[in-house]
């Protein structure tokens, strides 16, 4: 039964594939033609933002144990809010009044080649591995509870998934993405809603009920406002770090910004961008009371809680809450990671043909960069699929804090170059040190955040590496830069 909702799923996606990928040029697949709705975009990029990462591991941060996470989450998502903001009224502008295809451009613009081709190589790094692992994390989840009964192997699982995305995405691109992330929005939120409310009715409340009662239990603790900046979860601590999370894994990633200049135009973009921020956040306010309602239920038909907390949602919805239980856990997942994926791998695409194969200058006919296009965006598809095999085999107990603290190291530098071409008017004049400055702060503040305990006594940085990284980044480029921006080398 979940392996026919699964291709019917995918059925779907495909038909919509075939109905907007009919125009296959490059300014469709880049672009979608400028042309997208605003608020089809800000719907759409729910799904996308959130991956199949948020929808196992949120619900099961809330109770993990040792850590006292509770709801102190929504501190995070409090500080998204601001990011966007600076998003949508800082960057956006630039990006519009620049015109550019991706966004890495504008360091080519401001900073010169150097920071352009070191800004998007990042990327592409961030970007590939990134969504490698949360697709890996979802990859497991699937295999254990589906292709395993067919006696798949798990890279066959994984394989399936990959070509399926490349499927109803080589054609159409963006445009296809903008759609297909509706559809899997609606899928990912309305699986969300009905299971509170089937877990509403296990403990026989309507769902509002049910949320004063997740919100009264030792679940429903928001605010960490005494506690310090040696926690983790301190009220100031959580604002900035999501504040910074925000804008380098949306405002400095052509992943998330690529949808959004799809927009007619830059009031639409940000039209988008607000609505986005709005609903995103009551979006995530529901998976922390679906993670506090999950407890509560294993407490109450004493269910022992697995030592992989990312592991309670999918165990309960299909060992205890019946067939209708698996079928919807299974179709928000399978949402929530392939609106996140699907346009991984059309910006993986498009910023590898724009920044590195200069399909902007080149001369090649369209038909001769559309075939390189799809052999790129195969090339990256396979990719995908090595790094999470990859994973596979060195698997050690990565969840969602890994992927943020991997996040501060890869997008440091992009945070950093961004910072300095915006908030100064210096140019770069030793462009060869400006990709070793790059590569050598990702590994000092690693090293800084590894030994931060001893070094500032008990302070831990958490999700403010990524400002750390950035910082040291940004000294790096002054030191290099001057006023005049005459080149040395």
């Known amino acids: 039964m979940l392996l026919i909702i699964l291709v019917l799923y995918f059925l779907l996606l495909i038909g919509i594939s075939f109905l907007t990928g009919k125009d296959n040029s490059n300014e469709t697949f880049f672009q979608a033609n400028k042309s997208s709705k605003w608020y089809l975009v800000a719907f759409g990029m729910i799904g996308a933002s959130l991956s199949g990462v948020t929808f196992i591991s949120i619900p099961g941060v809330v109770g993990t144990q040792g850590v006292n996470q509770n709801f102190s989450y929504l501190q995070m998502v409090w500080g998204y809010l601001i990011g966007y903001m600076i998003i949508a009224n800082v960057l956006m502008p630039i990006y519009y009044r620049y015109n550019v295809v991706s ?86 939120i309305g699986s969300l809603i009905l299971t509170i409310f089937f877990l509403a009715e296990q403990f026989d409340l309507s769902i509002y009920g049910l ?29 900035i770090g999501g504040m910074l999370i925000a804008l380098v894994m949306t405002g400095l990633d052509q992943d998330m910004m690529q949808k959004n200049l799809t927009c007619r135009n830059l009031k639409e973009a940000q039209l988008n961008m607000f609505s986005f921020s709005i609903l995103l956040f009551f979006v995530n306010f529901a998976f922390l009371i679906l993670g506090g309602a999950l407890y509560l239920f294993a407490a109450k038909e004493g269910i022992a809680i697995p030592a992989k907390t990312d592991q309670l949602f999918p165990m309960i919805a299909f060992q205890y809450l019946s067939g209708a239980g698996s079928i919807l856990f299974l179709l928000g997942l399978t949402a929530s990671n392939y609106a996140s994926a699907d346009s991984a791998l059309a910006s993986l695409t498009t910023s590898f043909c724009i920044d590195f194969l200069n399909f902007k200058t080149s001369e090649k006919s369209d038909n001769e960069k559309k075939k390189i296009r799809t052999y790129v ?64 702060s990702p590994v000092i503040s690693y090293i800084i955040h590894e030994n931060s305990k001893i070094l500032f006594n008990g302070f831990t940085f958490g999700n403010l590496l990524v400002a750390l990284n950035g910082a040291i980044t940004f000294i790096g480029l002054l030191i290099i830069s001057s006023r005049s921006g005459n080149e040395k080398f």
């Open 103 to 188: 966004i890495y451009e504008y360091l080519n613009s401001r900073l010169g080649l150097s920071a352009y081709k070191t800004g998007a190589g990042f990327f592409l790094l961030s970007r590939l591995i990134g969504s490698s692992f949360r697709m890996f994390i979802v990859a497991m989840v699937m295999h254990h509870f589906i292709f395993s009964q067919f006696n798949f192997p798990f890279w066959l699982t994984v394989l399936i998934s990959i070509f399926l995305i490349w499927v109803y995405t080589f054609r159409g691109g963006i445009k296809t993405i903008v759609i297909t992330d509706v559809f899997q929005t609606i899928c990912m």
């Open 211 to 239: 949320v004063q009662k997740v919100m009264e239990s030792e679940f429903g603790k928001v605010f960490y406002l005494d506690t310090g900046w040696k926690d983790s979860n301190y009220f100031l601590k959580q604002v």
């Open 377 to 440: 965006h195969l090339g990256f598809s396979l990719l995908i699929f090595v790094v999470i095999v990859i994973f596979y085999l060195l698997n050690n107990d990565a969840v969602i804090n890994k992927v943020f603290q991997f996040a501060g190291l890869t997008y440091g530098p992009l945070l950093g170059l961004f910072s300095f071409a915006i908030l100064t008017k210096r140019k770069i004049v030793y462009h060869k040190l400006l990709p070793i400055i790059c590569i050598l």
